[in-house]
């Protein structure tokens, strides 16, 4: 497994090693010891999502107040966008964003440590979309910051109006967003 600094240096790209052929291919997508030697973490996982969405969809910026979850995420179908935003408040980087393109072609994962908001564009006509969560998910700590904030200024590579759903709709801009000490 390969790291890759960011411009926000706690938030780090992921390559894993690919063995392919004529048949396939087959790689790790997680092992504890190969994550920890290439990023100095030892996270502890206790929880695994799974989504698939449409092109255009946005989902995000979310992030839990309490329970704050570290996500190690990844594509296995289609491409998206994927940003982190620092809402760290004592952090040289907060307010600062960063974002990569993850998809099933390349296999790069991003390790998204807590503290920070998170969210996804799909750019392909669907995207799956899996991710490991250091804490459980707890809807009433859940927040979000609007994904169009000015203030933050992601520069999400659309094609037209994304698709959102009423609570991103309806995300909080930052200035007033709950951020981490």
């Known amino acids: 497994m390969r790291a890759i600094k960011t411009g926000i240096p706690d938030v780090i790209i992921l390559e894993p090693r690919v063995f392919g052929d004529a048949r396939g291919f087959f790689f790790e997508s997680y092992n504890e010891d190969a ?24 989902r995000g910026l979310h992030y839990q107040i309490k329970q704050p979850q ?11 966008f994927d940003v982190a935003v620092d809402i760290r408040k ?22 998204v440590p807590q503290g920070f908001a998170h969210g996804f564009l799909v750019l392909s006509e669907f995207a799956e979309f899996l991710y490991k969560t ?27 109006a994304p698709l959102l759903s009423v609570k991103d709709s309806q995300g909080i801009p930052f200035k007033d967003a709950e951020p981490f000490a």
């Not at 920890?36 to 969809?57: E, M």
């Open 134 to 160: 250091t804490d459980f998910y707890a809807p009433e700590h859940e927040r979000c910051i609007r994904w169009d904030d000015p203030d933050i200024g992601v520069e999400w590579p659309l094609q037209g």
């Open 35 to 58: 994550f920890a030697a290439a990023t100095g973490l030892r996270p502890r996982f206790v929880q695994d999502n799974h989504s698939r969405s449409a092109k255009n969809v946005l």
């Open 90 to 111: 004592s952090s040289p980087t907060f307010g600062q964003w960063v974002g990569a393109m993850l998809s099933a072609e390349n296999r790069r994962m991003i390790w």
């Open 70 to 80: 570290g996500k190690l995420v990844r594509v296995t179908a289609g491409e998206v």
